[in-house]
């Protein structure tokens, strides 16, 4: 059996004095689908970035292909919940995608600068864009786009870094119903050739693409979907959500 991609070990991590995540042991292994589900303020985000090494670990270990976390980050895609710049900061679609391409270069952030980016980068960029059915907005501002395809722009952009693990923060978490189907179809034919760990709210939407679901509420146990009863959802959640509904 390949060693897993990605190895947790009694796992804890605080905010000052207070605990989001306590003693969390999981691996994941090439090629899962993993939906990863918990109440707000769970320590579902904090997990995603304990694995990308953007947080250290109060204590327990964390490894990313067999290395620290900082060490294997350009193996990794990400797609974050919010993203952390101005929707009216003056870049294309094009431009912000071709950051996904930074890691790909001993030279970094020198590609930003006009010209410096390779005629390669720019296919890849316009094959990512392809992929997630957002190559016609390649010449458009970021801050002109809507919710939904903000959000496909986000996703092309973690692509084009060629990732082998893909992670993603509630990636439908503002847009609509029919959208979200899009999304999670598109999430499961990408799953063909990478790991994917996806956060969300929805058990029962997500169980019918993921694998295996990882329910964290400061601790974390893991289940296969088909385990994912009346029961785990009350434990997890509470008494305001008894009465969700989860379908295969």
Known sequence: MSKPQININNLSYRYGKLKVLEDISMQVNAGEFLGIVGPNAGGKSTLLKLILGLLEPAKGRIEVFDKAPEDSRHRLGYVPQYPNFSRDFPISV???????????????????????????????????????????????????????????????RALASEPEVLLLDEPTANIDQRLESDIFDLLKSLNDRMTILVVSHDVAFISSYVNRVACVNQTLVCHHTDAIDGDVIHNLYGEDVRMVAHKH
């Open 94 to 156: 094009e431009q912000a995608v071709l950051l996904g391409r930074l890691n790909h270069n001993k030279s970094g952030w020198q590609r930003w600068l006009p010209g410096r980016y390779s005629a390669s980068d720019k296919a890849i960029v316009k094959q990512a864009l392809e992929e997630v059915e957002a190559d016609n907005l390649i010449d458009r501002q970021l801050g002109s786009l809507s919710g939904g395809q903000l959000q496909r722009v986000l996703l092309a």
